[in-house]
């Protein structure tokens, strides 16, 4: 395989589209804006920048990564490739949509995947025509750096898909781990319930976001505090998770704190909005 489309332009798509083209596959980069286009490129362009000031790479090699994304706004760019990682916004009927045009699309032998953080993948695959051939890859943020990629089977997901997948993942110089559908798979099922649980420290005023964090990093060894990392995968995303884990498994523990949701209504989604438990200025 040697041809991808990366439907989704936003954080994780555009991260996704640069480890592709940085290991030798041609991309194309699908969003319905023109503008999002816009931006994942000059992201990562920046990423690029960042690597090679770094010395993890020359500019020749970056300027090759670069030349290996072709864009577009219409979803049918992507019928002659091998592998498409669906990485749209975390909406379950926008994202059923997109594979259901998909199907519609492509040959029978190309593979679906999502980077869906939560959302069912045997659910998405009964909105195609052959589910065998769907299957999750849930990358972690920032998808250049992190070497996990979850790699999700569905009920229907057949023994091949799995193991061309785990291929490619390892193709792209990353872990696969393979788990079994389940809402909010192993990574989410783990950490939203520690983040949701610090949201609430801080709505019960028990501490500052600051102090929550320096516990969890200074006591627990954690690299970054749960607020700090919620701020960095968006607060809307972590809604969103948290909803989809409620619905899943009809458990209150899962249910979002009330500060989570009040944050997300008034715009503070973390980096991405830059203000969310911190205050961004880059």
Avoid at 27 to 47: F, M, P, Q, W
Avoid at 68 to 75: D, G, V
Avoid at 113 to 125: C, D, F, M, Q, W
Wanted: charged share 20%; hydrophobic share 45%; proline share 5%.
């Amino acid at each position: 395989m040697s041809k991808v489309a990366v439907v989704g332009a936003g954080t994780m798509g555009n991260g996704i589209a640069h480890v592709f083209a940085q290991h030798g596959w041609d991309v194309t980069l699908v969003d319905v804006e023109l503008e999002a286009l816009e931006r994942g490129l000059k992201t990562i362009s920046t990423n690029i920048e960042r690597l090679v000031k770094k010395g993890a790479g020359s500019r020749e090699q970056g300027a090759a990564t670069l030349a290996r994304i072709a864009t577009s706004t219409k979803l049918d760019s992507a019928n002659d490739v091998d592998l498409v990682v669906e990485a749209a916004i975390e909406n379950p009927k926008i994202k059923f949509e997109i594979f259901a045009a998909l199907c519609r699309l492509l040959p029978p032998q190309t593979i679906l995947a999502s980077n869906t953080s939560s959302i069912s993948i045997t659910e998405l695959a009964r909105h195609t025509d052959n589910p065998a051939r769907v299957i999750g890859m849930h990358f972690m943020n920032p998808v250049p750096l992190m070497p996990l990629v979850e790699v999700v089977r569905g009920r229907l997901t057949n023994d091949e898909t799995v193991r061309r997948v785990v291929e490619v993942v390892e193709e792209l110089k990353k872990t696969p781990v393979i788990v079994n559908d389940s809402p909010g798979f192993v990574s989410n099922r783990v950490l939203m319930p520690m983040i949701n649980e610090a949201i609430l420290c801080v709505q019960e005023g028990i501490a500052t976001a600051e102090a929550v964090d320096q516990v969890m990093t200074l006591g627990m060894k954690h690299p970054l505090g749960p607020l700090a990392l919620a701020d960095l995968i968006g607060l809307d995303v972590c809604l969103a998770i948290l909803e989809v884990m409620v619905e899943g498994f009809g458990d209150p523990k899962y249910r979002p704190a009330r500060l989570l949701k009040e944050m997300v209504a008034s715009g503070r989604l973390g980096r991405k909005s830059g203000v969310g438990f911190y205050v961004y200025r880059d």
